[in-house]
Nanobody, 116 residues
Framework: VQLQASGGGLVQAGGFLSLSCAAS????????LGWFRQAPGKEREFVAL??KYSQSVKGRFTTSRDNAKNTLYLQMNSLKPEDTAVYYC????????????????WGQGTQVTVSS
């Protein structure tokens, strides 16, 4: 299983970015895929999975997937400096919550930097 996240970059506060995660080596439609992020000096934290979102991003971020393209997306609007982190997509057969231990496979991450 391989996950390739892309779409990160530098954006001003209030701006938006769209992340993508291309998956291969799995029957995509059978897996839950989630987004996590890790800021410098902090632990990896849950961002989004299906209709579940962390409180810090709810109402600003939207995750979606295209099973035909084996791709997961994260639309991030109204970005804040505190959203600065490396963003990861992850998946696992039993993944269904924001607990990272449920995820067996992780992408390499894509850097998102939000300037104030």
């Amino acid at each position: 299983v391989q996950l390739q996240a892309s779409g990160g970059g530098l954006v001003q506060a209030g701006g938006f970015l769209s992340l993508s995660c291309a998956a291969s080596g799995l029957t995509f439609s059978r897996y839950h895929l989630g987004w996590f992020r890790q800021a410098p000096g902090k632990e990896r934290e849950f961002v989004a999975l299906s209709s579940k979102y962390s409180q810090s991003v709810k109402g600003r971020f939207t995750t979606s997937r295209d099973n035909a393209k084996n791709t997961l997306y994260l639309q991030m609007n109204s970005l804040k400096p505190e959203d600065t982190a490396v963003y990861y997509c992850a998946t696992g057969l039993v993944a269904g919550t924001g607990d990272p231990h449920e995820y067996d496979y992780w992408g390499q991450g894509t850097q998102v930097t939000v300037s104030s």
